[in-house]
């Protein structure tokens, strides 16, 4: 698996946890990175997307003002800082990889991503 996702767990609501994905292949430097989401029963649902520099980001409206994208390319790591999560946050977090380098309106769309790491599960109680 070349996305590895990691930092998920239980949290209660109004607290945090940072996501990570490590590339291990390292190729990741210029290509456009996201979340997405997948709660049970649901599809799977855009988070937030960062450009290749990481100069550019877009959230859902959901988790605007609550959660932050960023990612370091020296360390081939992408992150998803998550504040005030909320019980409706629950759900399998999935790092992507888009052949796309910069911030455009189709990075909201899981169809621009070619590569997606294994998913690491969010479970926020009330």
């Known amino acids: 698996v070349q996305l590895q996702a990691s930092g998920g767990g239980l949290v209660q609501a109004g607290g945090s946890l940072r996501l990570s994905c490590t590339d291990s292949?390292?190729?990741?430097?210029?290509?456009?990175m996201g979340w997405f989401r997948q709660a049970p029963g649901k599809e799977r649902e855009f988070v937030a997307a960062?450009?290749?520099?990481?100069?550019?980001?877009i959230y859902a409206d959901s988790v605007k003002g609550r959660f932050t994208i960023s990612r370091d390319n020296a360390e081939n790591t992408l992150y998803l800082q998550m504040n005030n999560l909320k019980p409706e946050d629950t759900a399998v977090y999935y790092c992507?990889?888009?052949?796309?380098?910069?911030?455009?309106?189709?990075?909201?769309?899981?169809?621009?991503?070619?590569?997606w790491g294994q998913g690491t599960q969010v479970t926020v109680s009330s």
């Open positions: 992507a990889l888009s052949p796309q380098s910069t911030i455009t309106s189709e990075m909201y769309s899981s169809r621009s991503y070619n590569m």
């Open positions: 292949k390292r190729t990741s430097s210029n290509n456009g």
């Open positions: 960062i450009s290749w520099r990481g100069g550019a980001t």
